[in-house]
């Protein structure tokens, strides 16, 4: 609470430092020590009511995931469509997409039954002509992976694989925007997890099969050998074109070619 209280006090102090004139719609902008007071207290209380607020929107939501609502998802994954509360007279449902499903049966198949490698279900698609989730012309292994390891086509959606924790200020500004705020999520293991009843597009045991062939794949996989890390690295951007300094054989590099020497690994 003192935080969000100190901040309110700055940013409006920062913002009639610049001439910027602010207006409440509910109280005259006082002057008095009275006036401070009450604005602070209304900092306070608003903040109070936003993480109650949260904190209500995440029970509900809990509650709803726990009885089976499929509302709770708001969106389908590749081979369904999503049926809202208003469509599904007042009950909300995924619909099965034979033609997309068809291509999540094959990938499945692939992996499951010919143990064809992740990279050879990509070569596949791109060599069918099949469009991505996203409407692109190639197929990419993270697509993919995502779609083997969603047990929503086994017909159990799950729901509050994710966290969302408190967020992290980025390291460095992206090109030519401010400095942001990125989010931190953290992902919860799958026995936490609540399922909800859902169209089925594959077997159960087609699902666990290729659950278990991911496993041995990960078993299997070489350690990618990763570069020299940089003890600047992600922290300096270049001033003339504002993209970010990369490693480059212990110099710092960027995209129009400036470079600043003397870097060393560590």
Not at 115 to 126: M, P, Y
Not at 147 to 165: C, E, M, V
Request: positive net charge; glycine residues 8%.
């Amino acid at each position: 609470m003192n935080v969000v209280r100190r901040n309110q006090v700055l940013m409006i102090d920062e913002l009639q430092r610049a001439g910027v004139e602010v207006v409440f719609l509910n109280h005259a902008m006082g002057t008095s020590p009275e006036d401070d007071l009450l604005l602070q207290v209304q900092g306070m209380v608003a903040e109070y009511e936003r993480a109650r607020i949260a904190e209500r929107s995440r029970r509900g939501k809990r509650h709803k995931a726990q009885t089976g609502q499929v509302s709770v998802l708001s969106g389908a994954p590749y081979g369904y469509r999503y049926v809202n509360v208003h469509e599904g007279v007042g009950c909300a449902r995924y619909e099965v997409m034979e033609e997309h499903a068809q291509v999540v049966q094959n990938i499945f198949h692939w992996i499951g039954r010919e143990r064809a490698t992740i990279r050879e279900v990509c070569r596949r698609l791109d060599t069918q002509h099949v469009p991505t989730p996203r409407g692109k012309t190639w197929w990419d292994s993270t697509t993919v992976c995502g779609i083997l390891k969603n047990p929503a086509y086994a017909g159990h959606a799950a729901f509050g694989k994710t966290r969302t924790g408190t967020p992290q200020p980025c390291l460095r500004p992206q090109r030519r925007q401010r400095l942001a705020v990125r989010r931190n999520t953290t992902d919860v293991a799958p026995d936490q997890w609540l399922s909800i009843r859902v169209s089925a597009v594959i077997d159960a045991d087609l699902f666990a099969d290729v659950q278990t062939q991911l496993q041995e794949n990960r078993e299997r996989a070489r350690t990618r050998r990763r570069g020299a890390c940089y003890l600047r690295q992600g922290l300096l951007v270049c001033k003339q074109c504002g993209y970010a300094y990369y490693g480059n054989q212990g110099e710092f590099s960027t995209a129009c070619g400036a470079t600043w020497c003397g870097l060393r690994p560590f």
